[in-house]
């Protein structure tokens, strides 16, 4: 884009053809409407909820079990069938529930843009609607209005402009009209306003420079439509475990038929055969399993300040490597907080955060209360007396209205127990000299104890120079050189503190009349002044953020801090935080412009901080860690955060301080602006991960023994030892509730202590393959067993034999459950009772499995017949050995890595 603010306002007068003082006529207005299009921002791509739904059907898991249940219902197993695509909507239907968002942040982006502005046009002032704003348009603005178009100041009048949705940087900026050096970045271009931003206080008159999509604002939406998320680490896993499952099942028919041929068994018997080990290879309920996981885990991260948007990205945070975070409202408050005042006499420290009242003044360790220190005293009255800003709460969270570093001058005086409200009664106002950037100072008068009296506060420099006298504990003293050179050096050391410092004095005002209509002479009155004190304030850094950084460093997770704030500021928040260390790299916006992206791609794991920073560039940090193959988290809550979120592996919106775009970009919406929620959501993440994986490795160890029995039994000859009713309820049932159960597991309390597993990563390692064959064996093991035993030495029955191979294989797969929480602790170090969900699911799946037994209607269904007692203690006693077997395998193992 074309730089505007190094230009002075005659020079682009004459670029862009306009009259500064008439504005445009009509006749030009239309011909540039015709050149430049409306003042609007283009809406991105909307989605319906048709699209959502049918977007719920994109894993190629689903279209195998659809596939199965079509080909169930054309052997004329409607029940198979039926059962099957209930599991395929109810699925469908609880992604749909979760993610029914349309993709609103372009339609948010264009909401920022005020729906009518003032302009001069034909020598006169008017009120047009924005969309009807060209370049060249001379933009009257007020305090309260939302800036309409991106423009370069030709007058400005106290000026006050908050840019932190464009910029991040909370403080609201004082806008000039003098050019600035064409390298000035986005966030110090004062003499520049910008679509989205609003006015807080004064006037101005600006140049319209650049409307819609042109704009700054429209920059971003244009990286808005570039970004790209991707597919999530879930996603892809499930997706290769759906390509291995249908081979798996293409294989195994392919397999009976050829044998079955061979053996001369009739075709249509050998298709029933193998879509009977079709269905025991399926875990019909494994997308239930995943999705409830995932809904539960949604659930869970709500309890803990994190809303989900999308459901795949909960497991996408679990395994995130980087989070790129930013700055204020984040790892800090949000808010601007006295930290340090320093008086002739003494440095006190302020505790408390934010603008909560509660707090306390140290001088060192010793508490020290203002009632019994007249100097700080005198300094915390002056600092409300000159002041605007009212401290006020909203929804029971305190706030300022106003200018956030007067508000931060209220909150350190409200500890004092001096009150606005008192100051106001007690010392009436008289006068007001303004604030703006070339004085460096303000300047209140009110009436005191029947004199008036000047409160100035500004600059240090500034406010020395005009300095006579210096207040103590004593009394009122001469100013000496020494005192001077002191107060610059406590200046000097608060600001290499990343502290902002003002300076505070008063003066009494004998023989100056303040009557309504008189002009107050800032010159005299504003010399001759005592000083008070220097007030070092910060937005400070969130207590419990330091020890969410340090959790994610024992968690292998890399923090980055991104701002747009100066760079001494971000460097002492990122060494408080534990952040930056001796190795890493602070880099500024500036320097990042010289870099391409092959070299910022190599340079990107060096650098902990970025200052000075825009949309752009947080777009392209972003891009660079993605390049690097890493799963990357991205918070924010300015629009300028908002393409960085998208283009992120996983995007994180702050909820108070969050603009509606950026909340509707993000997958996730923290609700308390606080990183350690953050973390905690990360913590969340990885433990559903764990249920998930734990709820699959159970899952396909119950279908690998179910096929072991079925292919088996083929090979060998013998009768089928189930039935494919009997198997889908085995999946359905017996399996898929206890997988429910599973994955509402506690979260395993080491789970940050482990480092980010990779996202290219496979579930079927070779440990995952091992250990799901072994169980598959030793279930089927026992299942064929106890079927040969009563079919060939018992009363050789089929339907018994059938009974108690069905029944052996449920007891088997209900007492597994329990030991497959984890594959390092034993049901016993876990504790059997420390998941009652699954305690109650094991207790009425063994219940509905007697129901089977001895209700008519369910043993005609699954060609079952009642059992004895002495049956039923047998078969829970063969069914108990696989759970046996693998427990004593889990402290052989313990045993083994304990010696190493």
């Known amino acids: 884009m074309t730089t505007w603010h190094n230009q002075s306002p005659t020079e682009l007068a004459s670029l862009l053809a306009t009259d500064t003082e008439k504005g445009l006529t009509d006749q030009e207005v239309a011909d540039r409407l015709k050149r430049y299009g409306s003042n609007k921002l283009r809406k991105g791509k909307r989605f319906s909820a048709l699209a959502i ?64 502005c003032r302009v001069v046009r034909n020598g006169h002032s008017v009120v047009i609607a924005t969309t009807e704003i060209v370049p060249g348009d001379i933009l009257l603005l007020e305090g309260g209005d939302l800036v309409a178009a991106d423009a ?52 101005g008159r600006a140049l319209v420079v650049n409307t819609g999509m042109e704009t700054q604002l429209g920059n971003i939406a244009k990286l808005l439509e570039s970004a790209e998320s991707g597919e999530t680490p879930l996603q892809r896993r499930l997706d290769r475990v759906a390509r291995l499952l249908l081979w798996a099942c293409l294989g195994i028919v392919a397999l009976i038929f050829g044998l079955g041929l061979l053996r001369g068994i009739a075709p249509f018997e050998l298709f029933l055969s193998a879509v009977s080990l079709a269905v025991a290879a399926i875990p019909e309920g494994l997308p239930a399993v995943v999705t409830v996981a995932l809904a539960l885990g949604v659930q869970r991260m709500a309890q803990r ?84 800003t009212e401290l006020t709460s909203i929804d029971g969270r305190p706030t300022v209205v106003g200018d956030p570093t007067e508000g931060a001058l209220l909150v350190a005086a409200a500890k004092g127990n001096i009150m606005r409200e008192a100051i106001e009664t007690e010392m009436p106002r008289l006068a007001v000299v303004p604030f703006d950037s070339d004085r460096k100072r303000m300047t209140v008068i009110r009436q005191h104890e029947n004199h008036p009296w000047a409160y100035v506060k500004g600059a240090p ?36 503190d990343a502290l902002r410092v003002l300076a505070v004095a008063e003066r009494q005002l004998d023989g100056f009349s303040f009557e309504e209509g008189v002009t107050v002479n800032d010159t005299e009155i504003e010399k001759g002044l005592t000083f008070l004190g220097l007030v070092g304030l910060q937005d400070p850094a969130r207590s419990e953020a330091k020890e969410a950084v340090a959790k994610c460093k ?42 391409d992206d092959e070299a910022l791609k190599e340079r990107v794991t060096q650098v902990s901080v970025y200052a000075r920073v825009t949309a752009e560039h947080k777009l392209r940090i972003v891009r660079a860690w993605k390049a690097q193959g890493k799963i990357v988290a991205m918070t924010g809550d300015g629009v300028n955060d908002a393409p960085a979120l998208k283009e992120a592996s996983i995007g994180i919106a702050m909820g108070i301080t969050g603009t509606e775009v950026t909340k509707e970009t993000a997958d996730i919406i923290i609700t308390d602006d606080n990183f350690a929620s953050i973390v905690a959501a990360v913590e969340e993440g990885r433990g559903i991960y764990d249920n998930i994986v734990k709820t699959l490795a159970y899952l396909l160890s119950g279908n690998t023994g179910e096929l072991i029995v079925m292919l088996v039994a083929i090979l060998l000859g013998w009768p089928l030892p189930l039935l494919a009713l009997h198997l889908l309820w085995i999946n359905l049932v017996t399996d898929g509730f206890p997988a429910l159960a599973l994955a509402t597991d506690p979260i395993d309390r080491d789970v940050l202590k482990r ?108 060609q079952i017949a009642p059992i004895t007692l002495d049956q039923c ?25 304990e010696k190493k």
């Not at 459901?311 to 340090?340: F, H, N, P, S, Y």
């Not at 302020?350 to 508490?367: K, L, N, P, R, S």
């Not at 300095?467 to 002191?486: A, F, K, M, Y």
């Not at 047998?874 to 193992?893: D, H, N, S, T």
Request: proline share 2%; net charge neutral; hydrophobic share 50%.
């Open 873 to 897: 203690i047998g078969w829970i006693a063969v069914g108990l050995i696989p759970m046996i077997v693998l427990e004593l395998r889990k402290v052989i193992r313990y045993r083994h890595l």
């Open 755 to 862: 480092p980010p597993r990779s996202s290219q990563g496979v579930l079927f390692n070779r440990d995952f393959m091992k250990l799901t064959l072994f169980t598959g064996l030793l279930t089927a093991g026992v299942t064929l067993g106890v079927f040969a035993y009563e079919l060939y030495y018992i009363n050789n029955s089929l339907e018994q034999a059938r009974n108690a191979a069905f029944t052996t294989l449920v007891i088997a797969e209900l007492f597994r459950a329990f030991g497959a929480r984890s594959e390092q602790r034993t049901i016993w170090q876990l504790g059997l009772f420390s998941n009652m969900r699954l305690f109650m699911v094991v207790a009425v799946s063994f219940a509905l499995l007697l129901a089977i037994h001895h209700v008519p209607l369910f043993q005609a269904l699954f």
């Open 554 to 595: 024992r968690a292998g997770i890399k923090t980055v801090m991104i701002t747009g704030d100066h760079p001494d500021t971000a460097r002492a928040i990122g060494q408080e935080l534990g952040i930056l260390s001796k190795s890493d790299e602070v880099l500024v916006g500036a320097d990042l412009d010289r870099l």
């Open 53 to 116: 739904f049918v977007s719920q059907f994109k894993s190629l898991v689903i279209w195998v079990l659809i596939g199965a249940a079509g080909v169930s219902v054309a052997l004329g197993e409607m029940i198979d069938g039926i059962a099957i695509i209930s599991i395929v909507i109810l699925n469908a239907v609880i992604g749909f529930i979760q993610e029914f968002r349309a993709e609103k942040a372009a339609a948010a982006l264009a909401r920022l843009a005020a729906p009518h």
């Open 152 to 203: 370069r100041l030709i007058q400005a009048s106290v000026l006050r402009v908050n840019e932190a949705p464009l910029t991040g940087e909370s403080e609201v900026v004082n806008k000039i009209t003098g050019s600035l050096p064409t390298e000035t970045p986005l966030a110090e271009q004062k003499n520049m306003v910008f679509l989205g931003t609003s006015v807080t206080s004064g006037s």
């Open 305 to 388: 300040n994190a809303l989900v948007r999308h459901m795949a990205a909960v497991e996408t945070l679990g395994c995130a490597e980087v989070i790129c975070t930013d700055k204020t409202g984040t790892l800090t408050m949000g808010e601007m907080t006295a930290r340090k005042l320093i008086t002739s006499e003494n440095l006190y420290r302020v505790t408390g955060e934010g603008y909560a009242t509660e707090g306390t003044f140290f001088i060192g360790d010793v508490e020290s209360l203002p009632a019994e220190n007249s100097e700080l005293l005198a300094l915390l009255r002056a600092s409300v007396a000159c002041n605007d």
């Open 461 to 496: 420099e500034v406010i020395l120079k005009r300095c006579t006298q210096i207040r103590t504990n004593q009394g009122v003293r001469e100013l000496t050189e020494s005192d001077r050179t002191r107060l610059l050096q406590a200046n000097t050391l608060l600001a290499h």
